[in-house]
Every structure is written in structure tokens, then in C-alpha cells.
């Protein structure tokens, strides 16, 4: 799979550092303060009001955090109608999905030739943030009847939990007698490492077993971040 690096969970869901209050000084601290040199006893007091204007610019900041995300769930409803219309013109359009995948150079690095054969039965992506936005998200693949599983839809889901910790969650694939992808690229794999030293790449659909890193999960962001918005592009 493609290296691992960022966040795949949404902006809006990262803390934003809390407020510090300033400490008390201590009485022995304030008398020492008291002897310093003026331009030393200048000097903190200076410290003391940054520390104190930028506590003000971490409650803003924060305050922002908040107001920003109730407009994205605003828009993300008015968004609806016009995701709904541009799938149901993308899934009458043969072979869309894979044309897509194949064209962009992270998710092209991902696909074997037997992931390609396989992803021509894909009708449609859709990415549905969840209604808060923070918690998380899910994409999901529709497929036309094929030779390769039973499922119509395959989804993964990404969620961030109220303490913060990423994990992921995935459809089960019924894979056809014999054309589990993810078993032949382990077979793959085996044969290979008696002839040369590196992996040959994972199937794509390893990817929807693959819940190792759920914060850092590349694809999830690349789908939900650059093919989702716009798949013409």
C-alpha cells in the first residue's frame, strides 16, 4: 500500500490546544521578582501578558473551530442533492470509476492488473461525512454484478472516538470460489521472495482488511480529499 502519513480524519475533528492559565506567582517568587533589574522585571512581565493574550487567541481560535464546523454541516446538507445528481449521471458512464482511479497517480500506484479487471464493475464512490462532521466518515463502493464477489456495496468507515483515537471498519467481501484477490497477491508475494528480496504490491482490496493505522489510512484521505470533490479533475 502507499506510505502512510497523514491524518485521515477530518480537520475540524484535531483539538485545538486549550487555554493556559498563568500560574500564581508564589510569595518568595514575588519578592525575588521584586529585586530583579528593571529592565529583567520589564522582560516578565512581558512574558506574563503574552502568555495572557494568547490564552484570548486560543479561546477564539477554538470558539472559530466551532462556528466553522456548524457551517460545514450546513453546507454539507445543501451539498446532498447535487452529489445525489452527479452519481447517477457518473454510474452511466462504462468503466467512470476505474477511469478515475487509474488516472490518479497515488491510487494508479495501488492497482494490479487483476484490481483493474475487477474495478470495471465499479459503478460509483460516494464519501458521506458523518452528520457532526468530527466523528468521521464512509466510502462507499457500488459494483455491478461480476465475476469476482457477491457484494454490491463495499464500505470503509473512518471514526475518531470522544478521547480522540482513530479506527476504521470495513464490509466484509464474499469473494467467488477461487478469485479472492487478496489470498493471490499473498501467493504472489510468496513466489516472488524466492526469486528476489522486495514485495510485489498488495491488491488493492487488502486495503478494506487493512485497519492498522486508521488515523494515518492515505487512500481514505485521497478519495474523501481529492477524487470525491471532483472527479473530473
Known amino acids: 500500500m502507499a ?6 480524519l ?26 530583579l ?24 481560535n477554538e470558539q472559530a473551530s466551532e462556528e466553522i464546523l456548524k457551517i460545514e454541516q450546513n453546507y454539507n446538507k445543501l451539498r446532498q442533492p447535487f452529489f445525489q445528481k452527479r452519481s447517477e449521471l457518473i454510474a452511466k458512464i462504462p468503466n467512470f470509476g476505474v477511469s478515475t482511479f487509474v488516472n490518479h497517480p497515488q491510487v494508479s500506484a495501488l492497482l494490479g492488473e487483476e484490481d483493474e479487471e475487477a474495478l470495471q464493475y465499479l459503478t460509483r ?27 454490491k456495496i463495499i464500505s470503509k468507515e473512518f471514526h475518531l472516538n470522544e478521547s ?10 464474499t469473494w467467488k470460489s477461487g478469485k479472492d484477490l ?21 491488491s488493492f482490496f487488502t486495503w478494506f482488511t487493512d485497519h492498522s493505522d486508521a488515523g ?12 470525491w470533490p471532483n472527479p473530473l479533475q
Open 164 to 173: 480522540g483515537d482513530p479506527s476504521s471498519k470495513s464490509t466484509e467481501i
Open 37 to 60: 533589574p528593571k529592565e529583567e522585571k520589564e522582560r516578565q512581565e512581558a512574558i506574563e501578558h503574552i502568555d495572557e493574550a494568547q490564552n484570548e487567541i486560543d479561546r477564539l
Open 125 to 151: 464512490v460516494e464519501v458521506t461525512e458523518f452528520e457532526d462532521i468530527k466523528s468521521g466518515y464512509r466510502i462507499d463502493f457500488y459494483f455491478d454484478e461480476n465475476p469476482y464477489f457477491e457484494n
Open 3 to 8: 506510505p502512510k502519513h497523514q491524518s485521515s
Open 216 to 227: 494515518a489510512d492515505e487512500l481514505g484521505e485521497v478519495i474523501r480529499d481529492d477524487i
Open 10 to 35: 477530518p480537520p475540524q475533528a484535531k483539538k485545538l490546544k486549550k487555554a493556559r492559565p498563568t500560574p500564581a506567582s508564589r510569595p518568595d517568587e514575588a519578592s525575588a521578582s521584586s529585586n
Open 182 to 202: 487478496t489470498k493471490r497477491s499473498r501467493q504472489t508475494q510468496n513466489k516472488a521472495s524466492r526469486k528476489r528480496q522486495h514485495e510485489e504490491p498488495e
